[in-house]
C-alpha cells in the first residue's frame, strides 16, 4: 500500500522507526501532521557576510568553501568532535561539529556551502559551531526553523518534509471554496504548504502564513459554534419564570449594579428555556460575580432544582462556601461544601444529603461533579475562575446529568472580540462597572532603590489595622536572580517586617496547610502574606490594603491586573506597590498602564495592542485546542476577518454537512479532538 498523508510517519521514505519515535515527540505522528509542523522563523541565507566581518560570538551567515576535513576526535564522555578548515577569501574559519558525524560526513571538500552558526574565538583564528548549511547553489536561500528535538536536525526535517509535500501534490486538495479564497484574498492551500515550508521569498513565506493562520482562526471558531450548537439539546430543568428573585435582591446588604442585574435578568432567562444555558459571566475582580450567582442558585432551588458551585481550588471552594451560604441560607436555601480534604465520613453525609435532596447547592472543588456523587436535581452547573477549565471539560460537563445549565464566570475581562472566539461556544454576560464607592486601588512602580521607603509605607498600613500581600515570582531561591519566597520571608521577618506577623503562601504547601494560613490571614492572625501568585485567583480579604509586587517586570499586565485586585476590597484606600529595576520599553509601558488605570477590560484591551491576540490563545488558561500559526502569526484584522467567514459558512451550512465543506469539517474535527465536535 502506498504511504499517504494519515499513513504512520514511520513509512515514509527515510524516515524509519527510530526516526518515527523521534517525530512523535515532537507530536508529528502522519506525513499530515509533519506538514502541519509549521517553521517558528526562517533563516535568510542571503544575508552572508565575509568572514573577517563576521560579529564575534553571535550568529552569522557566511559563505565558505570547505578546503580540509579532520579525522573526527573522539573526547570523554563519548563526544565525537569533527572539525574542517574553510575560507571564503576575506579570511579562514574552522568548522566545528560536535556529536554529528553523519551531518558532518556530507560536507564536501572543494564545495562551497552557506552555513549559519556561532561565530567565536578572535580575529587571528575564528571558528564556527554545529552550523546548519545548505550547498551554495542551493535555489532557494530562505530555509525553515523548525522546532527540533534530540536526533532530529533541520536537514532531515527537509528531506521528509519534501517527502511528505511530494505525498500532498498526488491529491492535492482545497478546504476552503475558490468564492471565499477570492472573498478573503487568500492563497491556495497547496501553494502555502509549499511556502510555509520552501518560501520563494518573503512574501510568499507571509502570504502562506496568513492564509493558514487563517485557516487556524476559521477552525476555532467553526468548532467552538459547532460544540455551543451540540449543547442545545433539550434540558430537563426549565424552570418557572413566575418564581421571583426580588425577595433575594431585596434582602442583599447591597443594591445590585445595572450590570449585575442584567446579568441576573439574562441568566434566569436561560434558565427558563428549553435549552440549557451555556453563558459565560465576565466581570473584572471585585465586580461581584458571587452576588450574580448566589441570584442565580437562589432562582434555581426556588425552582427545586440544586445547584452545583465549582472552584479551581480548595481555597476558593471554601470562601465561595462562606459567601453563599451567607447570602442564602437567610431565605432557607441550604448550601453545602464537599472538597478532597474532607474526612470520608463527613464527604459521605454530604453525598446523601445531595442524593436525598436535602441540599440545594454543593460548594466545591471538581471533585463534585464525580460519578460518586449522585445529583437528586443537578440543574445548575457553576465553574468559578473558568479559565482554569479547558473546553473539553466545559463539554465534559454538559454531558453530566440531563443536560444542566451551565454558567462559567471569569475574572479575566478580555476583550470582546476575542471573547467571541475564546467562548465562542458560550453566551456571554459582562459586569463592566464596579459596585459604587469603590476606590480604585492606587498604584506606583518604583525602582528596588526605594524598597525600604515602601516598606515604610506597608507599616505605617498595618499600624492602622491593615494587612498586606507581598508577591514574589518564585518559591525557592534559584540562579536567577529573582525574589524567593522562602527567602524573603526569613529576611523580612528580620528586616523590613521585623515584629510584624507574616506567614508564607505558595503553591507547594499542602492543601491543608495552605488552607490553615489563608484562614489565620482572613481572620487577622497574620498581618502579611508572602506569596506566590496563588493568591491570584479570587481571594477575598476586605482588611488586606497594601500589595508590594516584587519583580514585577515578570507579570504580564493581565497578570498584575489580577494580582491587584485582591486588595480595594474592603472600604479602605489600598494601594499597590511594583518595584522593578527593569528599564525596557515594554516594561515601562506596562508599569504606567498599571499605575494610570484599573479597568479590566482597558488593560486586557492593552495587553492585546501589545502582545497581539497569539498570546490569548497561547495561554493554556483558555483550553483552547492548541494552535500551531496563528498563536504567533495572526493580528486583529485577519481574527475579525476569520470571523466574518466562520459565520456566513455556518449560517449557510449550520454542521458543515454540504459536500463543499466536508473537507473543512474533517479539518475541524482535527484540531479539536473527535470526541467533543462527535
Ligand atoms: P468577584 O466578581 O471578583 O467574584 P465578588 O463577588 O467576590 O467579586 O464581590 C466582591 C465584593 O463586593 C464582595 O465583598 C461583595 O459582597 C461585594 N459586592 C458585590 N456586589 C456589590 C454591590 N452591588 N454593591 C456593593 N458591594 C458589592
Ligand atoms: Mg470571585
Redesign the pocket.
Known sequence: MPTTLFSDIEYLKGVGKARGEKYRKLGVTSPYELIYHIPRDYLDFRTHVPVAGAVLNEYNVLKLTVFRKMPPQRIKGGLVICKAAASDGTDDILIVVYNNVYGFQALREGETYYMYGKVSGNFLRKEISSPVYIKADEQVLIQPKYHLTQGLSVNMIRANMQQALEIMRREPFETLSPDILRKYDLAPLMWSLENIHFPESELAAETARRRLAFDELLKLQIGMSIMKSRSRRSTAYKMDPSVDTDEFTKG??????DD?KKAVDEIVSDLCSSVPMNRLLQ???????????AAACYFASKNGVQSALMAPTEILAV?HFK?LSG?LEPFGVRVSLLTGSMTAKKKASVREGIEAGEIDVVVGTHAIIQKDVEYRSLGLVIT?EQHRFGVAQRAALAEKGDYPHKLV?S?TPIPRTLALIIYGDLDISA?TQ?????KPVKTYAVTGKLRSRAFGFVRERLDEGRQAYVVCPMIEESESELFAVKTYAENAAKGDLKGYTTALLHGKMRAAEKDKTMQLFRDGEIQVLICTTVVEV?V?V?NAAVMVIENAERFGLSQLHQLR?RVG??GFESSCILITDNTTDDCVKRMKIMSSTSDGFKISEEDLKMRGPGDFFGNAQHGLPPLKIADIACNMELMNRAQVCAKELLEDDPLLEKPQNRALKMDVMRLFSKDIIG
Open positions: 442583599l446588604p447591597f443594591e445590585l449594579t449585575q466581570g473584572d475582580v471585585g465586580s461581584g460575580k458571587t452576588a450574580v450567582a470562601q459567601t447570602f468559578d464566570m475574572a459586569i464596579l459596585p459604587k464607592g469603590r479570587g477575598d476586605p485586585g476590597r474592603g
